[in-house]
């Protein structure tokens, strides 16, 4: 403001690139913060749903899916009606 108003020519002073400097600085440091603060994806817990997701699930003769254990459980009681 003072420049302007002692009639300076703004174009050429060195404050300028000191500004343009510092406010690059707060640029690059706002985009290091958004990447330190990012979502990450948890492997161990996705390792963990997809072993379960594995392990847990079968298909029975209409391709539908269903746990062993419900499996075991019909097929001892189609053998006990029998």
């Not at 020519?9 to 406010?23: E, T």
């Amino acid at each position: 403001m003072y420049l302007k108003l002692s009639g300076s020519d703004l174009s050429k002073h060195y404050i300028l690139h000191d500004l343009r400097r510092a406010k690059d600085m707060l640029a690059r440091e706002k985009e290091i913060n958004d990447l330190l603060t990012a979502p990450r994806l948890d492997i161990a817990a996705s390792k963990r749903f997809i072993a379960s997701g594995m392990h847990t699930r079968s298909t029975d003769m209409d391709d539908v899916m269903v746990t062993k254990e419900h499996k075991m459980r019909s097929s001892t009681d189609a053998s006990t009606t029998n």
